[in-house]
């Protein structure tokens, strides 16, 4: 078997390098850029790794890590999920100034890749500058405040550990399912180790975000509902955007003559002036749309999860045998 003998660090940059994915038509790579603030934890190895590949994975210095990382959640955003970038911190507040950012990836589903430098796994130098020390518990470190708020975690304790690891983290971030953010504690020794990777786990891999299919009994349900309703009314959220899915949900609102209200992540689904367009709806919303929502007897909520911004916390909607279909 073909090997390549590389850093821990200079691995992550090069398996980064080969994932691809395909944008309108256009084959591009999945990792747009990095944002970094590079100190103790992230300098010496991580750093290094990515300065000699500067053209292919440009990296930018930030100001201030949350700032950074929050950049970075509106790229992937902007992007609607199908490119991806990644914010790298020192250890200690650095790293923790990143958990906010993590959070509204989080919530908004939104893929994001973090690289937090962490304390040496050997322990030997233990204290270091900036180190959490919990007294009864050597393994936690500040990495741990991002278990609750990321997708997937996880703490690089061999070199041959990301041969596992960095498949799993994009596969969480590609997926519709259980897209958001990504995040991985990098030891500094760990970092610096050298590994025997296999060459073909750096070969050049196009990915697709995945589109599964409803199962076509609860579309005939669906379908039926919507069919019997006298005031239907369609909810977009987020999702159609992300799913590409406005030219169809326009059409089929069109066809329909059903009102389409929006949530604020949906924001834009359809254009002010279409005939269909009957607002925001919820808290923030128009006394239009809220009005639609309260006599409406079938809903159907489209990339949307109902949060109670929406609902107005299950206000907004007056009929008593209101029935939704969620999307």
Same mark, same amino acid.
């Given at each position: 078997?073909?090997t390549v003998r590389l850093t821990t660090a200079q691995a992550?940059?090069?398996?980064? +390098? =080969? ?6 038509? /256009? %084959? *591009? #790579?999945?990792?747009? &850029? ?11 190895? +991580? =750093? ?6 500067? /053209? %292919? *994975? #440009?990296?930018?210095? &930030? ?110 971030m590609l997926d519709p399912a259980t897209r958001g953010p ?47 309703a006298d005031k239907p009314l369609i909810i977009a959220g ?90």
């Open positions: 078997m073909e992550i940059v090069k398996w980064l +390098l =080969a994932q691809r994915t395909a944008v309108e038509g /256009e %084959e *591009l #790579p999945i990792f747009a &850029g990095v944002f970094g603030i590079f100190g103790h934890g992230n300098v010496t190895c +991580l =750093a290094e790794a990515l300065q000699p590949v500067q /053209e %292919e *994975l #440009p990296t930018w210095r &930030g100001h201030n890590e949350q700032s950074m990382a929050l950049a970075a959640v509106a790229y992937g955003k902007a992007m609607r999920g199908r490119r991806i970038m990644i914010a790298t911190s020192s250890i200690g507040p650095g790293s923790t100034n990143m958990v906010t950012a993590a959070a509204v990836a989080h919530a908004n589903r939104v893929p994001l890749l973090l690289f937090s430098g962490d304390t040496f796994a050997h322990r030997i130098v233990d204290p270091v500058l900036q180190q959490v020390e919990v007294f009864d518990n050597p393994t936690v470190t500040v990495t741990d405040a991002f278990r609750p708020v990321c997708r997937y975690w996880d703490r690089i304790g061999r070199p041959e550990q990301i041969i596992q690891s960095l498949p799993q983290a994009l596969a969480v990504a995040f991985f504690s990098l030891p500094q020794d760990i970092q610096a180790e050298a590994y025997d990777y296999p060459a073909r786990f750096f070969e050049p891999r196009v990915h697709y975000i995945r589109r599964p299919g409803p199962d076509p009994r609860d579309v005939d349900a669906a379908a039926e509902m919507l069919s019997g987020g999702g159609v955007g992300y799913s590409g899915a406005v030219e169809a949900l326009t059409d089929f609102a069109e066809r329909r003559a059903i009102p389409v209200v929006e949530t604020v992540a949906g924001k834009s689904t359809l254009v002010h002036d279409h005939p269909n367009y009957a607002g925001p709806i919820g808290v923030t919303g128009s006394a239009a749309a809220n009005k639609v929502a309260e006599d409406a007897d079938v809903v159907l909520a489209v990339g949307t999860r109902l949060q109670d911004f929406t609902t107005g916390s299950w206000s907004v909607f007056k009929n008593p045998n209101v029935r939704f279909v969620s999307v």
